[in-house]
């Protein structure tokens, strides 16, 4: 259950942009309620634990 302060934003699949080489920074653009754009600055190590708990949420998956 998301609590009533979380935002919720969905991909929408246009990769990441690059900001910043050293230290690596990008930017991932969100689609948000109401349609609002939000883009979200991250970082590699950010990135890098970011992935590692998606791969846990799809080993997670319950087939249908």
């Known amino acids: ?16 942009d690059l900001l910043s080489k050293s230290p690596l920074v990008g ?3 969100l689609a948000g309620e109401d349609d609002e754009v939000i883009n979200l600055k991250i970082s590699k190590s950010d990135a890098e ?7 846990k949420f799809i080993a997670a998956e319950v087939p249908a």
């Open 49 to 55: 634990r970011l992935v590692s708990e998606l791969s």
């Open 27 to 29: 930017s991932i653009e």
């Open 1 to 16: 259950m998301c609590s009533p302060d979380t935002i919720v934003a969905k991909y929408e699949g246009f990769g990441v």
